[in-house]
């Protein structure tokens, strides 16, 4: 399986980013082979938290592990196929081996937060 771990840095030995869309960069494992390889997030500029999402839906990652990502980001993802897992901490080499013995529970997608706006003369479109 193809996992992505939000990280802090370029290594197996550097920590889980606990907020997945601030990631400096993305490590990339193939949990069947164990090859890892860095990849920067270059969707970390995007204001709607999803350049993150893009990057890792064409890289073809079939899970996440992460820290935490906001309830829509965490939706766009499991909508994509991809398997969120939150919660996660330590260094990446560790959260992949807990993964790979089962150790991590797999985050409920929430749905989409419904986001509302205010108009003139204040009515709400939701």
């Known amino acids: 399986m193809k ?8 290594s197996r ?11 400096t960069y993305f ?4 949990t069947d082979n164990m090859t ?3 990849m920067k997030n270059r969707g970390m500029a ?4 999803t350049g993150p999402v893009r990057l890792l839906i064409y890289a073809g990652v079939q899970a996440v592990l992460t820290g ?9 993802l499991t909508t994509s196929g991809i398997r969120v897992f939150q919660g996660v901490s330590g260094t990446v080499g560790g ?13 409920p997608d929430p ?15 939701c």
């Open 68 to 76: 935490d990502c906001e309830p829509n980001v965490r939706h766009l």
């Open 46 to 49: 995007d204001p709607t938290d």
């Open 36 to 38: 890892f390889h860095a």
């Open 13 to 23: 030995n550097a920590q889980v980013e606990p907020r997945f869309a601030r990631a």
């Open 95 to 107: 959260a992949v081996e807990r993964l790979r013995k089962g150790w991590l529970a797999e985050s």
């Open 111 to 125: 749905g989409a937060r419904r986001h509302c706006t205010v108009g003139v003369g204040g009515a709400r479109r």
């Open 3 to 10: 996992v992505a771990i939000s990280s802090k840095g370029d």
């Open 27 to 30: 490590l990339i494992v193939d």
